[in-house]
């Protein structure tokens, strides 16, 4: 990899793109069907004895037909293309070798950019200002890297990683020796293809020592809006995101209306030029083409995206001709070229799924690593992958965001071991939904994980253990593969284990990666050496100090980066004891994430609450953890002594057995515990006689409760996930008895219809489960839709139901831009009915400021289920809605400037205007004033009377959980009485 590197004159191709949107050519093989040739047009005289058949094979003809190739690049040039593709797009030697033509690969494809190349240089001569390009077409190859074509052996793989990777960069390179301005990857469907493909492209200008630029095109092969490896359009993108592009689009399968929000899309989250040439709409047998678009119905559908800000670079794909591209061209002309967003730098990971971090702490599944898990070994040297897998289901099941795959054994081949195992997880998509994160300490096993992995993972790990050049051209490697890296404080003097040395060796590695190796601070993941303590050893006992320090010191000084862990080491020396060993990880969690710490690898599965902690063993853990006092360890190996017996500690747990059934609803709720639920929820309907009381009272009760925790880090986003089953348990059992109820009591009238759905990009459902539930028992008609819902989904069942009301849900930040997004497509589309907003995340000022806006009908933020059949019955009611709707819209308003007040408040200004702004003092001649007393003041005879009228009592309700706006509370038709209540109390 050179340190320097030229670019090609075709890089200009950027100031064009920032003047206008260019227009890329229609379909090549639509144009050859026209010419209706014969297997002889195909073979000429070069082919004329070539044993395999060879029509169809339309690479071929830039040696045995180069006329009509021509004739075809000069027809969408005249129709107004700037940018052509040459006639490549299978001429790898993969693709070819089913003609028997691969050693002419390289042949064909530097005929096809010569073709390209002289209709470009003979539209050129006569109009010589407009430039033209030449993209070599770059095909996704016949085979795939990501799925089996053996349904009875899914792990199995017809090419390898290298002979994809080589495919490529002898296609690439005949390309660019045969005169191509730039480089097209294009339909794209399965990523870790395009992945090699990118990956050889870098090989190549480093060979040749300069770049052209690159276009990268994927495909959404079916309404489910995934490419068919499975990916969402996000995902797609963060899997390539490292690769230095010049644009990123989507092209083929769907024709423009199907198309639509996965270009809408990918306009927003692309930092990058976009690109669209969709199909001229879906297959159709009955249309001359074979596609039903015509240049007229296709170009005004294009013209809408570029009036919406969406593209850069626009074309068609399979259906098209040069008739489609002009009408095209003529559609655009004139309008504006996206404007490339400003998108702040994050760490995004992905597998068939995007993940972000910053939503909350990422937990990393430990227990596919055959070095830290004895089962998953044992599964693994026994040769039974389907337990692995199953090992696998249970971590993401159990709620890690990503998977640490680790297969480190010296009795099976490691890298044979890995390739294997990720591709059968491939074949999983509740598995493959999360990243991996590839964990080794061999560097060719790391690469044959990295090979293995078509979204965006992370390497485990890399350090300067064997000096700068190993590290930095690891690095390299892993930047060039798409990955994030976790680098251990480990150097050539060994592993950091003072907070000092974590500090020197962190700062050194980040210095290195970011100024000489170029790799983004938010892709460095830290890990500072999590080491045992509790051993007895003096110098271990301030080890889990040290760890958070230098944890506190690494956020605020290496901007960007992530700090990560090995929970499971701290503990270590209490193995076999899972009550402390349990307690020890969650109360250093606790520590930890209050110090920064981002991502942990831990036991998803199995982490018990801070708050749930004994109050005895959580002293006894902190000070060991906290080196609190020099006889801590001591009193924690006693104390475990006394609960090492699992049965006296099984006992102990189960006294909570004895409390009561509200209690014991909450506590189950909280741990997670399903064991007891239905003899619970049981004795609770008995003791409160309906079903729905019992939802509404003791349920909900604990579901606040684990909210609360959640809300204060003392639970972790899988702890809330075991709490949700926990839930939907219990109201499981209820759901026949309010069924009975409802079929005992006399049919009434449904009161209305509303669609639910947790909007796409999100798989939390309990409050939205919740909701239905209640809305249900008032006699709501409810369509549950599920979770990762796509808006167009939505969309279809409200008309289909004819709903009188939707409901989006979500409980992750990103949610809250979908939920704008739907917003945004319910008024284009013409809905008018009430949008209800719900989720953790969600609030009333967000809803006002940020998603009614686009919404002309009323949108509504509902708190809780508690407060969802007023809201729901109050938008159905045609005498309620009116003053409902105004008084609704009023409050928005309100929120609404006080937002944008508050934010012209904020407005900060470049650090350069501020300082061009400040106030010239001369400190020895400018009259400063003096404070009239100096250290502190008591007021004592301080009248509270005085006081009162300056307390804002919104904090004081919500310390209650009375949610609401002083004095607005008080006219609450659900809080307000009881508000009014607390605040006359707290006047006495």
Same mark, same amino acid.
């Given at each position: 990899m050179p340190d320097s590197i030229s670019y090609s004159d075709a890089f200009d191709i950027v100031d064009l793109l920032a003047q206008r949107i260019l227009i890329l050519d229609g379909a090549m093989g639509t144009m050859i069907q026209r010419f209706k040739l014969q297997e002889e047009d195909y073979r000429g005289e070069l082919f004329r004895d070539h044993a395999q058949l060879l029509k169809n094979n339309n690479d071929v003809l830039c040696l045995t037909r180069p006329e009509i190739i021509r004739q075809i690049h000069l027809e969408y040039l005249e129709a107004g293309a700037d940018i052509i593709e040459t006639n490549t797009f299978n001429a790898t030697v993969i693709a070819q070798e089913d003609f028997g033509l691969q050693s002419f690969v390289p042949e064909i494809n530097r005929a096809a950019a010569g073709l390209a190349k002289e209709a470009v240089r003979d539209v050129m001569s006569r109009e010589p200002d407009r430039r033209r390009y030449v993209a070599g077409s770059i095909g996704p190859l016949n085979r795939t890297l990501s799925i089996s074509r053996d349904v009875n052996d899914p792990g199995k793989r017809e090419v390898t990683w290298a002979q994809v990777k080589n495919a490529y960069f002898e296609q690439a390179r005949a390309l660019i020796e045969g005169g191509a301005d730039l480089l097209l990857v294009e339909t794209t469907f399965d990523t870790l293809n395009l992945k090699a493909a990118l990956f050889a492209i870098e090989e190549l200008f480093d060979e040749l020592g300069f770049r052209v630029p690159v276009m990268a095109s994927g495909t959404i092969t079916d309404a489910s809006g995934r490419t068919l490896t499975g990916q969402t359009t996000e995902a797609f993108w963060i899997s390539i995101s490292h690769a230095p592009l010049l644009s990123v689009g989507l092209n083929c399968a769907l024709g423009p209306k199907e198309l639509r929000p996965y270009i809408e899309e990918l306009a927003r989250i692309s930092p990058i030029y976009v690109s669209c040439y969709p199909n001229a709409g879906l297959p159709d047998p009955l249309s001359p083409t074979g596609f039903p678009e015509t240049p007229e119905s296709l170009a005004p559908q294009l013209r809408e995206w570029a009036e919406l800000g969406w593209l850069n670079i626009v074309g068609g794909c399979c259906g098209t001709t040069p008739a489609h591209i002009a009408m095209i061209a003529k559609a655009v002309a004139g309008l504006p070229p996206r404007q490339l967003p400003k998108i702040e730098p994050k760490t995004q990971l992905s597998g068939l799924e995007p993940y972000t971090f910053g939503i909350g702490f990422t937990m990393v599944g430990e227990r596919t690593n055959i070095t830290g898990s004895p089962k998953f070994s044992k599964l693994i040297l026994s040769g039974d992958f389907d337990g692995a897998l199953a090992v696998a289901r249970q971590q993401v099941e159990g709620g890690a965001n990503v998977i640490d795959v680790n297969m480190d054994e010296g009795m099976i081949d490691s890298e044979a071991s890995m390739r =294997?195992? +990720?591709?059968l997880i491939a074949a999983e998509p509740d598995i493959a939904r999360v990243p991996v994160m590839v964990d080794s300490s061999k560097w060719s096993v790391l690469e044959a994980g990295l090979q293995s992995v078509q979204g965006k993972g992370i390497v485990n790990s890399i350090s300067l253990k064997e000096g700068e050049e190993k590290f930095r051209a690891q690095a390299r490697l892993i930047r060039r593969y798409g990955a994030a890296a976790v680098v251990m404080a480990f150097d050539e003097s060994g592993q950091a284990d003072t907070c000092e040395r974590k500090i020197a060796i962190c700062s050194r590695a980040y210095r290195i990666l970011t100024e000489e190796v170029g790799f983004p601070a938010q892709d460095i993941i830290f890990d500072p050496n999590i080491l045992t303590v509790g051993t007895g050893i003096e110098e271990h006992a301030n080890y889990a100090v040290n760890f958070l320090e230098a944890t506190r010191w690494i956020k605020?000084?290496?901007?960007?980066?992530?700090?990560?862990?090995?929970?499971?080491?701290?503990?270590?020396?209490?193995?076999?004891?899972?009550?402390?060993?349990?307690?020890?990880? &969650?109360?250093? $969690?606790?520590?930890?994430?209050?110090?920064?710490?981002?991502?942990?690898? @831990?036991?998803?599965?199995? $982490?018990? #609450?801070?708050?749930?902690?004994?109050?005895?063993?959580? /002293?006894?853990?902190?000070? #060991?953890? +906290? !080196? %609190? %006092?020099?006889?801590? *360890? /001591?009193?924690?190996?006693?104390?475990?002594? %006394?609960?090492?017996?699992? &049965?006296?500690?099984? #006992?102990?747990?189960?006294?909570?057995?004895? &409390?009561? #059934?509200?209690?014991?609803?909450?506590?189950?709720?909280?741990k997670g515990i399903v064991d007891y639920i239905d003899t619970d929820t049981a004795e609770a309907l008995e003791k409160y006689g309906k079903p729905l009381a019992v939802i509404e009272g003791p349920l909900m009760s604990g579901m606040s409760v684990v909210g609360d925790l959640f809300g204060a880090g003392k639970m972790f986003l899988p702890q809330v996930v075991k709490s949700a089953r926990v839930m939907k348990k219990s109201v499981a059992y209820l759901l026949?008895?309010?069924?009975?109820? %409802?079929?005992?009591?006399?049919?009434?009238?449904?009161?209305?219809?509303?669609?639910?759905? *947790?909007? =796409?990009?999100? @798989?939390?459902?309990?409050?939205? !489960?919740? @909701?239905?539930?209640?809305l249900a028992c008032n006699n709501f008609e409810v369509k549950d839709l599920g979770v990762m819902v796509p808006a167009e989904k939505i969309f279809e069942a409200a008309k289909a139901e004819q709903a009188d009301l939707i409901g989006l849900s979500g409980l992750i930040t990103p949610s809250l831009d979908e939920m704008a997004h739907v917003a945004q497509e319910m008024e284009r589309l013409g809905f008018s009915v009430p949008l209800l907003i719900g989720g953790a995340t969600t609030s009333k000022a967000h809803t006002a400021v940020k998603i009614a806006p686009h919404y002309t009908g009323p949108t509504v933020h509902v708190l809780d289920a508690s407060r969802a059949v007023n809201v729901v019955g109050s938008l159905v009611s045609q005498e309620r809605r009116p003053s409902f709707v105004e008084k609704n819209q009023q409050e928005q308003e309100s929120l609404r400037d006080e937002f944008h007040r508050r934010s012209a408040d904020k407005r900060l200004l470049p650090i350069e205007e501020a300082r061009a702004r400040r106030t010239p003092i001369d400190w020895e001649t400018s009259p400063i004033d003096k404070p009239s007393f100096m250290g502190r003041r008591v007021i004592a005879n301080q009248s509270l009377d005085e006081l009162v009228p300056y307390i804002d009592w919104s904090p004081f309700f919500h310390t209650w959980e009375l949610r609401g706006r002083f004095p607005k509370i008080f006219d609450d038709p659900q809080v307000g009485e009881q508000a009014r209540q607390l605040y006359e109390d707290a006047q006495k």
């Open positions: =294997k195992f +990720l591709n605020q000084h290496l901007r960007s980066c992530l700090v990560s862990g090995g929970v499971s080491n701290i503990s270590f020396s209490f193995r076999g004891n899972n009550v402390v060993r349990e307690a020890m990880h &969650a109360a250093f $969690l606790y520590h930890a994430i209050k110090a920064g710490l981002d991502m942990g690898i @831990v036991n998803a599965g199995q $982490l018990a #609450v801070y708050e749930e902690i004994p109050p005895e063993l959580l /002293e006894l853990v902190e000070d #060991v953890l +906290l !080196n %609190r %006092r020099q006889d801590a *360890t /001591e009193r924690l190996v006693d104390y475990a002594d %006394r609960v090492k017996n699992s &049965a006296k500690a099984q #006992v102990k747990d189960e006294a909570w057995r004895s &409390a009561s #059934v509200e209690e014991r609803l909450s506590h189950a709720l909280i026949p008895f309010m069924e009975a109820e %409802r079929a005992g009591s006399p049919q009434k009238r449904s009161q209305g219809k509303i669609v639910l759905a *947790t909007v =796409k990009g999100d @798989v939390h459902d309990i409050g939205k !489960n919740i @909701v239905g539930v209640v």
